[in-house]
């Protein structure tokens, strides 16, 4: 289990499990997600939702696992673009231990 937080401020913080991170590689979620500019914004958040969104319409196969990150991490109260970095930041660091 790893821990993100959600704010500048550090008064919010949201648990990572492996799962997501995994769900997170399965469906690529973070390739061509930021553009060029490098910056994490609200637009690259919303981007992220609608992607998801695309994906489980689209598809024939079970998608439990891509309904659990939504619920647990994508769709959080507290989930923000400061978030979504802090998210992004944990998975490439991730990736490259577990790859």
Do not use: P
């Not at 937080?5 to 930021?34: C, M, P, W």
């Not at 998801?52 to 990150?69: M, N, P, V």
């Amino acid at each position: 289990m790893y821990s993100i937080q959600l704010n500048k401020s550090g008064s919010r913080h949201l648990d990572i499990t492996e799962e997501n991170l995994q769900t997170i590689r399965k469906y690529a979620l973070f390739q061509g997600l930021v553009d060029s500019s490098g910056y994490i914004t609200e637009d690259v958040l919303e981007k992220l939702r609608l992607n998801i969104r695309a994906i489980i319409a689209r598809s024939t196969e079970d998608t439990t696992d891509l309904l659990d990150l939504c619920i647990d991490v994508v769709y959080h109260d507290s989930m923000k673009a400061f978030g979504l970095g802090q998210l992004q930041r944990l998975y490439n660091e991730w990736e490259s231990r577990t790859s």
